[in-house]
């Protein structure tokens, strides 16, 4: 007897809505769980359709970690453009990035638990990350040249100190994603407090009498 073949979500309207279902449950399950716990069965069951459907839209995990890091990656970059368009310059525009970030870190703690992972993975995916932030980073880097010129932030290798704030902001913020996974809910007084002090950190960093 001839085995059916297997039924896929044709392509329209429905067939995006699912997509985008995919998507949201892989970057969960990604930035929670990390990429090599992440099952694609596990993600049909949970989404209630067949394996065959996501491996309609994405023919591998690899094709479905690249699709979630390039939409993660333009999220992130709408958030942080849309916080530092009315923040003026200086340190204000540096305080307004980090505030975003932790609001993402409260309202969407997969989000920075992907980035972390991606790091983790190396290439070729954390190069695709870079590669998609590289617009930002450019941006980023001549506003901070800038703003050494101006005699308002210490002098040094702009892209360096780029990676250091990063490094520095990602790492506090993800703590959140980290006391999550341990059963403890942190409170917006216990986000405050953190993000009072790394503002307090980076503008004794950076930050000069000019």
Same mark, same amino acid.
């Given at each position: 007897?001839?085995?059916?073949?297997?039924v896929?979500?044709?392509?329209g309207t429905?067939?995006e809505?699912t997509?985008?279902?995919?998507?949201?449950a892989?970057l969960a399950s990604?930035?929670?769980?990390?990429?090599?716990a992440?099952?694609?069965d *596990?993600l049909?069951?949970?989404l209630g359709?067949?394996?065959?459907?996501?491996l309609y839209?994405?023919?591998?995990?690899a094709?479905?970690?690249?699709a979630?890091?390039?939409?993660?990656?333009d999220?992130?970059?709408?958030?942080l453009?849309?916080?530092?368009?009315?923040?003026?310059?200086?340190?204000a525009?540096?305080?307004?990035?980090?505030?975003?970030v932790?609001?993402?870190?409260?309202?969407?703690?997969?989000?920075?638990?992907?980035?972390r992972?991606v790091?983790?993975?190396?290439?070729?995916?954390?190069?695709?990350?870079?590669?998609?932030f590289?617009?930002?980073?450019a941006?980023a880097?001549?506003?901070?040249?800038?703003?050494?010129?101006?005699?308002r932030?210490?002098t040094c290798?702009?892209?360096?100190?780029?990676?250091s704030?990063?490094?520095t902001?990602?790492?506090v913020?993800?703590?959140?994603?980290?006391?999550?996974?341990?059963?403890?809910?942190p409170?917006?007084?216990?986000?405050?407090?953190?993000?009072?002090?790394?503002?307090?950190?980076? *503008?004794?960093?950076?930050?000069?009498d000019?």
């Amino acid at each position: 007897m001839t085995a059916k073949a297997p039924v896929v979500t044709p392509p329209g309207t429905r067939g995006e809505s699912t997509r985008e279902r995919v998507l949201d449950a892989a970057l969960a399950s990604f930035g929670t769980k990390g990429y090599e716990a992440t099952s694609l069965d *596990h993600l049909a069951v949970d989404l209630g359709v067949r394996k065959q459907t996501i491996l309609y839209y994405f023919p591998a995990k690899a094709d479905l970690l690249d699709a979630v890091v390039d939409r993660a990656a333009d999220d992130l970059a709408s958030a942080l453009e849309a916080a530092v368009a009315d923040a003026g310059d200086g340190f204000a525009r540096v305080e307004a990035i980090v505030r975003s970030v932790f609001r993402l870190a409260m309202r969407r703690p997969e989000l920075l638990g992907l980035l972390r992972e991606v790091s983790r993975l190396g290439s070729p995916v954390a190069t695709r990350l870079t590669e998609r932030f590289e617009p930002l980073v450019a941006r980023a880097t001549a506003f901070l040249e800038a703003e050494m010129a101006a005699g308002r932030v210490r002098t040094c290798d702009a892209r360096l100190l780029l990676l250091s704030v990063y490094s520095t902001v990602l790492g506090v913020a993800t703590e959140v994603e980290v006391l999550r996974a341990v059963g403890i809910e942190p409170t917006l007084r216990s986000m405050a407090v953190r993000r009072r002090e790394l503002l307090r950190f980076l *503008h004794s960093a950076l930050a000069t009498d000019g």
